[in-house]
């Protein structure tokens, strides 16, 4: 009996309607490997142009920065025309070699989609969710699934081009007695062949373009999806670029452009580009031209490279007194050579005498062997707000590369901004001669009332993923009762890069205002408010805003100050040496017992507040605990 083929219907829908930015398709089990191969379209069904800059992808409740092309290989621009598409990509790179793509491709980053469970994804930017879409796991390895008619089906993937349906056509068996069946097929006859091209057969240590040549010459006019892959290798068949494989629609003739860049060369070198149809999509009827070799030289640079690397600090900018305080940033401008060395990163820090670090560790990484790089790299001081660490003449460190070198700088004072109380007020009632400074709040002559926020802010450094927290005191001086909205956030321009605990909803989210906090406050009494805040997945390292706002009466009254995004490291750990290693006997050298850390670093870790009505909590003996956990824990922030 003939084997029955499976054919492909193809039925072409718009994308779902109702919303001005949709999601349209998801690919969520690719072929093979699901990890760096998953994408999602989006489609623009406004009349409007938008722009994406800023706006995340949310799985899972995760949000996921959208990196603005040419970043991570993206492509196009972060605009959206009407009725155009765009593809957010798990990773763009890996997306444009699993696919023949010119429009738009944002590079993001999400873990595996499930294939087995129902997943939520939506789109929003920094205050609209446009739209969002629980995934139904309905299609099979390899299909995607997609918006028909406003409701999701299994799709043949078609990112950037309308929908299409797929359907599977079975065979229809006619039984007319035991021994005799009839069938019948639907069949698409096709003679796929393929060809290499490229504009030279000799070319310099550069990227190499070629096109892979897909031509049906038994061609009818109907649109099938045509796979194949490609790879090339040295003239002993050693593979110098992984094979790849493509899928791409067919109809009579298509031409699939790719790059190779070779690697470095000493000399010439011969290669061959190789290409091979791997499943025509159609009913082949001749397999002699599914396969294509091109022959390619590459002239290799004779220049005698030197292979050890080099690191040389040319200068420290710390400002015109050519000293740096304690809490302040400055920059390093250093010269680097990579040589013939795997290694890639590059640390700098600063020390005293006895190998003390007095700075946080900028990490950076120098990718490209045989080449040279001048860099402005920012150090973020210390802040010293206790005054523990000492002035004098300390050395900057830069060091990676199997190699060094260093420089020395003054060190000295601590920075009034990072290390301060600040007390800010929201109005003064009574006449303008009122001097607040003087005023008693119980003189019966003048009515001088002021709200105060004391706030200690410490300039630490937290880490990526990790929770920290933020703590406001509020002196209500006015003679009433006054009600108080409290949150934190941290940011950079416009844009946030932190999430806030919202203790209503239960859980993170990404508003500004996500951990705000109502408090009601009497006349002439204090409270201190803890806000939950973690930084965004996928926020760069480095110095950013941090700002806590107090609104009372209308107004707003911000404390803002700088937050330096560092590399994880463990918490936990260092909350345990602090009970272990700062404890002699059951009390610490300040007097502080090994009970009272145990109870405000789990306070800490849980996010509770202590009660008020507790003696046993006052604001002095917190405060000594802080200043104890400070000394070993880089991620709690006291404003």
């Given at each position: 009996?003939?084997v029955?083929?499976i ?10 309607l109702?919303y ?7 690919l ?12 999602v ?19 899972n409740?995760?949000?996921?920065t ?10 196009g ?7 155009n ?7 763009a790179?890996?997306?444009l070699t699993?696919?023949v ?6 590079d993001s980053s999400?873990?595996?989609l ?12 920094s ?9 139904v796991?309905i299609?099979?390895?390899?299909r995607?699934?997609?918006?028909l008619?406003?409701t999701?089906?299994?799709c ?19 039984t007319?007695n035991?021994s ?11 003679d ?6 490229t504009?030279?057969t000799?070319?310099?240590?550069e990227t190499?373009?070629?096109d ?5 010459t038994?061609?009818?006019g109907?649109?099938?999806?045509t ?9 002993f068949?050693s ?15 298509k ?14 070198e011969?290669?061959y580009?190789?290409t091979?149809?791997?499943n ?6 001749s397999?002699?031209?599914?396969n ?9 640079s004779?220049t ?5 690397s080099?690191?040389?600090i ?6 015109s ?5 304690y809490?302040?940033q ?8 990579r ?8 640390d700098?820090f600063?020390k ?11 990490n950076f ?16 001081m ?13 050395t ?8 060094n ?5 003054n ?6 901004a990072t290390?301060k109380?600040?007390?800010?007020s929201?109005?003064i009632s009574?006449g ?12 019966t ?10 706030v ?5 450094s937290?880490?990526?993923?990790e ?6 005191k ?10 108080f909205?409290?949150y934190s956030?941290?940011?950079?321009g ?7 605990f919202n203790n ?7 508003a500004?205002?996500s ?5 009601e ?9 803890y806000l ?9 390292s480095?110095?950013y805003s941090?700002?806590?706002?107090i ?9 803002t100050?700088?937050?330096s ?8 750990a ?8 700062n ?5 610490t050298?300040e ?8 109870k ?9 507040t ?7 909590w ?12 400070l000394?070993?824990?880089?991620d709690?922030h006291v404003?």
């Amino acid at each position: 009996m003939r084997v029955a083929l499976i054919a492909i219907f193809l039925l072409f829908l718009t994308p779902s309607l109702g919303y001005s930015i949709s999601i349209n398709e998801i690919l969520y089990n690719p072929n093979g490997t699901d990890t760096g191969h998953e994408w999602v379209e989006i489609y623009n069904n406004d009349s409007d142009t938008y722009n994406l800059t800023g706006w995340k992808l949310n799985t899972n409740n995760v949000d996921h920065t959208l990196n603005v092309p040419p970043i991570n290989g993206g492509s196009g621009t972060m605009t959206i025309e009407p009725g155009n598409y765009v593809i957010i990509a798990q990773d763009a790179l890996v997306f444009l070699t699993d696919y023949v793509y010119n429009g738009t491709v944002i590079d993001s980053s999400w873990p595996d989609l499930s294939n087995s469970a129902n997943e939520t994804i939506w789109i929003r930017n920094s205050t609209v969710v446009f739209h969002n879409i629980t995934s139904v796991p309905i299609s099979a390895e390899g299909r995607s699934v997609c918006f028909l008619n406003n409701t999701l089906a299994e799709c043949t993937p078609t990112p950037g081009y309308a929908n299409i349906q797929y359907v599977e056509a079975l065979n229809s068996t006619n039984t007319t007695n035991s021994s005799v069946s009839n069938s019948t097929s639907t069949e698409l006859l096709c003679d796929i062949g393929i060809d290499i091209t490229t504009n030279s057969t000799v070319f310099g240590q550069e990227t190499i373009s070629f096109d892979l040549v897909v031509n049906d010459t038994n061609c009818n006019g109907t649109l099938h999806n045509t796979t194949l892959k490609y790879l090339v290798e040295d003239l002993f068949g050693s593979v110098v670029k992984q094979e790849v494989n493509t899928t791409s629609e067919l109809t009579c003739l298509k031409t699939i452009s790719r790059q190779w860049t070779p690697g470095d060369v000493d000399g010439s070198e011969a290669y061959y580009i190789r290409t091979s149809i791997t499943n025509a999509g159609c009913n082949d009827t001749s397999n002699s031209n599914n396969n294509a070799t091109k022959l390619v030289v590459v002239k290799g640079s004779h220049t005698t490279h030197e292979n050890n690397s080099s690191i040389g600090i040319t200068s420290v900018s710390v400002g015109s007194d050519n000293e740096i305080k304690y809490g302040e940033q400055g920059d390093v401008n250093i010269n680097v050579y990579r040589g013939n060395t795997s290694k890639t990163s590059i640390d700098i820090f600063v020390k005293d005498n006895g190998g003390n670090k007095l700075s946080e560790t900028t990490n950076f990484n120098v990718k490209t062997k045989f080449s040279s790089f001048n860099f402005s790299i920012p150090i973020q001081m210390k802040t010293n707000c206790d005054g523990s660490l000492a002035d004098g003449n300390f050395t900057v460190v830069a060091e990676g590369l199997d190699t060094n070198s260093t420089k020395t700088i003054n060190v000295r004072g601590i920075s009034s901004a990072t290390c301060k109380t600040t007390t800010v007020s929201s109005g003064i009632s009574g006449g303008s001669s009122c001097s607040c400074p003087s005023c008693s709040l119980n003189s019966t002559s003048k009515s001088c009332n002021i709200t105060a926020y004391d706030v200690n802010i410490y300039n630490q450094s937290v880490e990526l993923d990790e929770e920290f927290i933020v703590m406001v005191k509020i002196t209500n001086t006015f003679q009433t009762t006054k009600n108080f909205t409290v949150y934190s956030y941290a940011f950079k321009g416009s844009e946030p890069v932190t999430l806030g605990f919202n203790n209503d909803a239960g859980k993170w989210m990404a508003a500004y205002d996500s951990n705000a906090q109502d408090v009601e406050l009497p006349a002439h009494s204090s409270t201190i408010i803890y806000l939950k805040n973690k930084i965004e997945n996928g926020t760069d390292s480095g110095v950013y805003s941090l700002r806590a706002r107090i609104r009372v009466d209308g107004k707003n009254n911000d404390i803002t100050n700088q937050i330096s995004v560092v590399r994880k490291n463990n918490s936990r750990a260092s909350i345990d040496n602090l009970q272990k290693s700062n404890t002699t006997g059951n009390k610490t050298k300040e007097g502080i017992s090994a009970s009272d850390i145990n109870k405000i670093t789990g306070l800490y870790l849980e996010n509770k507040t202590p009660q008020k009505n507790t003696a046993y909590w006052n604001e002095t003996h917190i405060a000594k605990i802080i200043v104890e956990m400070l000394k070993v824990l880089p991620d709690i922030h006291v404003l």
